[in-house]
């Protein structure tokens, strides 16, 4: 699933260990881009935590994220883990419009524009 958003804040990032070894996780909280502004957080683990560490505020991104919700005690925990975040390309300068351009100017004088 593919989420189109800007980052709205970047939360200090978790680390630990396992029985499997060192692991980081990086939340981000990111606006999605609709009528409401619903916000989301979505978490970056391993490699993609410190590509996530590096975004600012009001950056827009498209992030490739998996939903998964899981049972602990009876009861259920959602995650959305961001896999693939890619930055928006930030936008152009506008084109100059016709009223944008300065007016040439004429000097005072005979005009002589006759081809012979």
Same mark, same amino acid.
């Given at each position: 699933?593919?989420?189109? +958003? ?5 939360? $200090?990032?978790? !680390?630990?260990?396992? %029985? #499997?070894?060192? /692991? ?6 990111? @606006?999605? +881009?609709?009528?409401?502004? !619903? ?5 970056? /683990?391993?490699?993609? %935590?410190?590509?996530?560490? %590096?975004? !600012?505020?009001? @950056?827009?991104? @498209? ?6 919700? #899981?049972? *602990?005690?009876? !009861? /259920? *925990?959602?995650?959305? #883990?961001? /896999?693939?975040?890619?930055? $928006?390309?930030? $936008?152009? %300068? ?6 944008? $351009? ?15």
């Amino acid at each position: 699933m593919k989420v189109e +958003a800007t980052v709205y804040k970047v939360l $200090a990032p978790v !680390r630990g260990t396992s %029985a #499997r070894g060192e /692991w980081t996780k990086q939340e981000v909280i990111f @606006e999605q +881009a609709d009528d409401f502004k !619903r916000k989301v957080c979505i978490s970056f /683990w391993g490699d993609k %935590a410190a590509e996530a560490a %590096a975004l !600012r505020e009001g @950056e827009k991104c @498209e992030i490739s994220v998996n939903v998964e919700s #899981r049972e *602990y005690n009876g !009861r /259920w *925990y959602t995650e959305v #883990r961001g /896999w693939q975040l890619t930055k $928006a390309a930030p $936008a152009e %300068a506008p084109m100059p419009t016709f009223e944008d $351009a300065p007016m040439p100017t004429f000097e005072e004088g005979p005009i002589d524009d006759m081809p012979f």
